[in-house]
Nanobody, 122 residues
């Protein structure tokens, strides 16, 4: 069982940066592949980034270069650094954990956090 708690969301102006944290419980955190998804009102949940237990990273093509995913296994935490934010990045951001390799599919993830809201003003 893995419990996930996101933090770090908020209101930021376009062009600004935010770092989202996802704190995980459980001793087996280091064996999980971790992902970030986002969902804006009226939209489907969208893949943002993923990081495997071995350190491989994957990004949505449209976000590559602006967002960076990382993890600190000693702290049981995964991060999402978001730079050059745009109003269209406004969404609820969720972290999730999976033991599978279908990292871009939200239905491949077993555990989800409650989400943290990111709002980017123009």
């Amino acid at each position: 069982q893995v419990q996930l708690v996101e933090s770090g969301g908020g209101l930021v102006q376009a062009g600004g940066s935010l770092r989202l944290d996802c704190a995980a419980s459980g001793r087996t955190f280091s064996y999980y592949n971790m992902g970030w998804f986002r969902q804006a009102p009226g939209n489907n949940r969208e893949f943002v980034a993923a990081l495997t237990w071995s350190g491989s990273t994957f990004y949505a093509d449209s976000l590559k270069g602006r967002f960076t995913i990382s993890r600190d296994n000693a702290k049981n935490t995964v991060y999402l650094q978001m730079n050059s934010l745009k109003p269209e990045d406004t969404a609820m951001y969720y972290c999730a954990a999976t033991r599978t390799v279908n990292l871009r599919r939200h239905d491949a993830y077993d555990y989800w956090g409650q989400g943290t809201q990111v709002t980017v003003s123009s």
